[in-house]
């Protein structure tokens, strides 16, 4: 199980934001809801934002076959025969 040796590989985690649409509106969130002792009365607003981002997002189709990893291996296998 696992990468196999030799394999092409780049660490997605370096890329930050990229695939994270909606982290600066639930970072918001949290945040207020650790000011509030977890009550979300207070934190409308925020909560508003979150879910109309998270909305808008459910309409985009996710390619698992477009990530880097994918082009990384596709190449890599082609150059190695």
């Known amino acids: 199980m696992g990468r196999k040796k030799g394999g092409l590989y780049i660490n997605p985690k370096k890329f930050g934001a ?24 207070k934190c409308v607003r925020r909560k508003d934002l979150l879910l ?14 477009r990530t880097i990893n994918h082009h990384l291996q596709r190449l890599g296998r082609d150059k190695f025969l």
């Open 18 to 41: 990229v695939g994270k649409p909606c982290m600066k509106e639930m970072v918001s969130f949290l945040g207020c809801l650790s000011l509030n002792k977890n009550n979300d009365d």
């Open 52 to 65: 109309s981002c998270v909305e808008s997002q459910k309409g985009k189709p996710k390619n698992p076959a």
